[in-house]
Every structure is written in C-alpha cells, then in structure tokens.
C-alpha cells in the first residue's frame, strides 16, 4: 500500500506565504509525476501545479507566478511553496502521485487525505 502524507497548511493573511509538503511511503518503488489540486467550497477540483520525474513544470494559469513547485526524488516528497496568498486561494491543498509499487508492475494515482488553507485578513 502506498500513503501520501501532507502537511504544512493553516491560516494566513493575505499576502503571507506557506509551504506545503507531501511525502509518499509504504510500498514504494518509483514516483513518476507528482502534483497539487485544491478544491473550494462549491467548486470542482483543479490543478495547481505538477512537476514530472525529471523536473518538467507546469502550473495552472492562476498561480501566476506566486507558486514554486519542487520535489526531493530521494524522499519521494513534493513540495509547494506558495507566495502572496489571496482569499481566493483558500482551499483543500490535494497532492497526488503516480506511483510504481514494484518492478515490473503499474503506475497508479494516489492522494493525499488534504491539508486546509485560508487566506483572511
């Protein structure tokens, strides 16, 4: 079984900053790419940002520069440091990989249980 543990969320005011972490463990062989989606109240999940095995970018058309994702591929852990945090960006920060159990096996998608962020003043 593979688990992805986040941590780093909480409150902040608006232009503050945080840095999320996510860390795959258990019966872990290779992570491919990894990423964030948040979800708001009322609205559908949507991608942040996600970053692949050999260090492709792409985030979405929000972030707009205020976001940096990055991973540490010997601890299987991505990471998203977020700056200048508006209201809007309060959300459930998912993290997500594709993740090789075994040699020779499948990749398959794991989540994260979530970690809350709130922007307010």
């Known amino acids: 079984q593979v688990q992805l543990v986040e941590s780093g969320g909480g409150s902040v005011q608006p232009g503050g900053s945080l840095t999320l972490s996510c860390a795959a463990s258990?019966?872990?062989?290779?992570?491919?790419?990894m990423g964030w989606y948040r979800q708001a109240p009322g609205k559908q999940r949507e991608s942040v940002a996600g970053?692949?095995?050999?260090?492709?970018?792409v985030y979405g058309d929000f972030v707009k520069g205020r976001f940096t994702i990055s991973r540490d591929n010997a601890k299987n852990t991505v990471y998203l440091q977020m700056n200048s945090l508006e209201p809007e960006d309060t959300a459930v920060y998912y993290c997500?990989?594709?993740?090789?159990?075994?040699?020779?096996?499948?990749?398959?998608?794991?989540w994260g249980q979530g970690t809350q962020v709130t922007v307010s003043s």
């Open positions: 258990g019966r872990v062989f290779r992570v491919n790419s």
């Open positions: 970053i692949t095995l050999d260090g492709r970018l």
């Open positions: 997500n990989a594709d993740v090789k159990s075994r040699q020779g096996g499948p990749f398959d998608i794991y």
